[in-house]
């Protein structure tokens, strides 16, 4: 079946810009993740959806980062006033409740 | 959270095992014990968990000391494209979720 996808594959935007972060999770996953990995650095948890509500959005770096899951499925995380400090890969992961993570392959998002 | 420890790299020869270390001294009763590990340019996938008793799967072994307090992910034969980094975590309940720096695997030829 279809995996995890991801939109866009890459990302490009100038400091100060909003961008939009779009993960298409495996149909029928309840809990929906994202993360942000710096070069040479695993993965950083940033926040986790359980339906539709953010059950832990500690990870969320400040309040220019938010996400969203208004259906319980498709996610978008949402960038406001970017800094170059933002650019990473941003990973989307989905699974059932308590079970394996399956990954997307990731966003990678550039701010110059 | 609990957090585990590895080595930043490791070397092995194709066809030969690997042994990958994992130390989580301060695991709890409820953590599982997972393994990923991320291809170059690609998005982490599962390997293998457990919790207390040893497991075999398709991918890997997964050797639990019998304090919890460390793991041992084994590759039976090491290939090419076992080339990887590879995350231990701990995981309870499948909730958030904390990455270490993982141990990067070098498969010589």
């Known amino acids: 079946g279809a995996g995890v996808s991801q939109t866009p594959s890459n990302k490009v935007t100038e400091k100060g810009k909003y961008v939009e972060l779009r993960c298409d999770p495996i149909?029928?996953?309840?809990?929906l993740y994202w993360y942000r990995q710096s070069l040479g650095q695993g993965p950083e948890f940033l926040i986790y959806?359980?339906?539709?509500?953010?059950?832990?959005d500690s990870g969320l770096p400040n309040d220019r980062f938010f996400a969203v899951r208004p259906e319980g499925s498709v996610s978008t995380l949402k960038i406001q006033r970017t800094e170059r400090g933002d650019s990473a890969v941003y990973l989307c992961?989905?699974?059932?409740?308590?079970?394996?993570?399956?990954f997307g392959p990731g966003t990678r998002l550039t701010v110059l | 959270d609990a957090k585990t420890t590895q080595p930043n790299s490791m070397e092995s020869n194709e066809e030969e095992p690997v042994h990958l270390p994992c130390n989580h001294s301060t695991i709890s009763g409820t953590d599982y014990i997972h393994w990923y590990r991320q291809l170059p340019s690609q998005g982490p996938e599962y390997v293998i968990h457990g919790l207390t008793s040893n497991v075999n799967n398709r991918m890997a072994s997964l050797a639990i000391a019998e304090d919890r307090k460390s793991s041992t992910l084994i590759l039976h034969r090491a290939t090419l494209r076992d080339a990887a980094v590879y995350y231990c975590?701990?995981?309870?309940?499948?909730?958030?979720?904390?990455f270490g720096a993982g141990t990067r695997l070098f498969v010589k030829a």
């Open positions: 959806f359980q339906g539709t509500g953010a059950a832990d």
């Open positions: 149909s029928g996953h309840t809990a």
């Open positions: 992961a989905s699974s059932e409740v308590g079970d394996t993570q399956y």
């Open positions: 975590i701990l995981n309870t309940g499948g909730f958030k979720t904390i």
